[in-house]
């Protein structure tokens, strides 16, 4: 069973940046796809960026595109997503996910099966 990390989530003004970043305990990520969802008070889940396992592929949700970029450093064993121009809107409980199968390049939200605890973003305006 895999263990992810969250890191990096706090308080920021609108416009301004985070980095969260995510990790694993006692297992690799390096070949495994990997998502960010997040999840705002009284809303469902949702998916905001994914990477596949090599780093090659990237995929966003509209709301973040030109604004959030999901990256991963697998000598690090560590993914992150860079936040910039956060909008109050940005608000939640960040998550990251691992994919269920390894190897994979094209990935879609309902394709991860391992999530962390979360870090919690609030943007103020």
């Known amino acids: 069973q895999v263990e992810l990390l969250e890191s990096g989530g706090g308080l920021a003004q609108a416009g301004g940046s985070l980095r969260l970043s995510c990790t694993a305990s006692g297992r690799l990520l390096n070949s495994y796809a990997m998502g960010w969802f997040r999840q705002a008070p009284g809303k469902e889940r949702e998916f905001v960026a994914a990477?596949?396992?090599?780093?090659?592929?990237?995929y966003y949700t509209d709301s973040v595109k030109c604004r959030f970029t999901i990256s991963r450093d697998n000598a690090k064993n560590t993914v992150y997503l860079q936040m910039n121009s956060l909008k109050p809107e940005d608000t939640a409980v960040y998550y990251c996910?691992?994919?269920?199968?390894?190897?994979?390049?094209?990935?879609?939200?309902?394709?991860?099966?391992?999530w962390g605890q979360g870090t919690q973003v609030v943007v103020y305006s």
């Open positions: 990477i596949g396992w090599s780093g090659g592929n990237s």
């Open positions: 996910a691992r994919d269920r199968v390894s190897f994979r390049t094209v990935v879609g939200p309902a394709d991860f099966g391992s």
